[in-house]
């Protein structure tokens, strides 16, 4: 059953789904495009006249960015690249911190939603409020996935078999939701770090020669499954192993 493909009902769009979906949408562009102004900066500082690089030597990218909103840009030295490169970089980490800000604001009130929607999600273990946020928004209301291996589709989980002759293995599943999908992984890894009973399931695979990217799959497919049932009937407790 979970290897096959299953029908989806179309997401009802209600009032705490929709208000995810935007937040989400605006905070992933915020992100990215601090991301893309960061790399920008560092660029810049690399490539910009040595009495513009010697301020930022031996700093880290967070250093970076505050030396730069700091500058004071003037024309008195009469190098015109200099000031430009001072004039740019300031603009670029203040941008950055506009768009941090943005960002911080979007992931407040998606805290905020989810609290009053399925507070519960954000007790489970790799579970924060982003990744409860876009979990929400794939699940959408009870009865969209008919059982846990549409739900596993959905996320692009479920097992794909690759075996070859007497050796049994199965692919990664790169169709489905892949927000979805990375907020699976996101869970998987924070379980893989913090969580003892994960841990010793890893362990156990690792002994009877699973990788480790055949373990964070089997992991996925299980989380997603669990999740499903929570979901669903958010009474059931969740099996986080």
Request: charged letters at 25%; a positive charge.
């Amino acid at each position: 059953d979970a290897l096959a493909r299953t029908q989806l009902a179309q997401p009802k769009t209600g009032p705490e789904r929709a208000a995810l979906q935007m937040r989400l949408t605006a905070r992933r562009a915020a992100v990215e495009a601090a991301t893309t102004a960061q790399r920008q900066l560092h660029a810049l500082i690399v490539t910009a006249p040595e009495a513009v690089r010697s301020r930022f030597r031996g700093q880290n990218t967070r250093a970076m960015i505050t030396t730069a909103a700091r500058l004071r840009p003037t024309t008195a030295s009469g190098d015109v690249e200099v000031t430009t490169a001072l004039t740019v970089l300031r603009d670029l980490a203040r941008r950055i911190r506009t768009l941090e800000t943005e960002a911080a604001a979007h992931e407040t009130a998606i805290l905020t939603i989810v609290r009053s929607w399925r507070p519960d999600l954000l007790t489970l273990t790799g579970v924060g409020p982003i990744v409860a946020a876009t979990v929400l928004t794939a699940w959408s209301h009870p009865g969209r996935c008919r059982n846990d291996a549409a739900f596993a589709m959905l996320a692009g989980v479920a097992p794909i078999p690759a075996s070859s002759g007497k050796t049994i293995r199965y692919r990664l599943n790169r169709s489905g939701d892949r927000q979805l999908n990375r907020a699976l992984h996101t869970i998987t890894l924070s379980r893989l770090r913090y969580d003892q009973p994960t841990r010793a399931y890893a362990d156990r695979r690792r002994a009877q020669g699973k990788t480790d990217r055949e373990i964070k799959r089997c992991l996925k497919r299980y989380i997603a499954r669990d999740l499903y049932r929570r979901l669903e009937n958010p009474s059931q407790p969740l099996d986080a192993s």
